[in-house]
């Protein structure tokens, strides 16, 4: 079963940075990793889930929605089985949980929840003005 960790939220200050990581597991060498894109999504209590990054399998490919463009980048070490984001000039509208999750295939196409087999139990992220 696989299973997703996150780590590396915390609180700061509007203008600071924060790195996420997701360290997944129970990945199998037929069934890797690195043959899925990964999302990053974030939710505010009483909110939806908001798409924020992907990255496709291979880590040459990555998208991102207009509110964090510019100010963060998804990457992926596939050799440790961990995805990253990391995330600057942060704003308190960032307030939020921030969720890893696997997508079902290996390039990412748009965001429809179902579509993710796996989900951490995500990392929270405050930014103070």
């Known amino acids: 079963e696989v299973q997703l960790v996150e780590s590396g939220g915390g609180s700061v200050q509007s203008g600071g940075s924060l790195r996420l990581s997701c360290k997944a597991s129970?990945?199998?060498?037929?069934?890797?990793?690195?043959?899925?894109?990964m999302c990053w999504v974030r939710q505010v209590p009483g909110a939806g889930l908001e798409w924020v990054s992907a990255i496709n399998a291979g880590g040459s490919s990555a998208e991102y929605a207009d509110f964090v463009e510019g100010r963060s980048t998804i990457s992926r070490d596939n050799t440790k089985n961990t995805l990253y984001l990391q995330m600057n000039s942060l704003k308190p509208e960032d307030t939020a949980r921030y969720y890893c999750?696997?997508?079902?295939?290996?390039?990412?196409?748009?965001?429809?929840?179902?579509?993710?087999?796996?989900w951490g139990q995500g990392t929270q992220v405050t930014v103070s003005s």
């Open positions: 999750a696997k997508y079902s295939g290996s390039i990412y196409y748009s965001f429809i929840p179902t579509d993710f087999a796996s």
């Open positions: 129970g990945f199998t060498s037929l069934d890797a990793f690195s043959d899925y894109a």
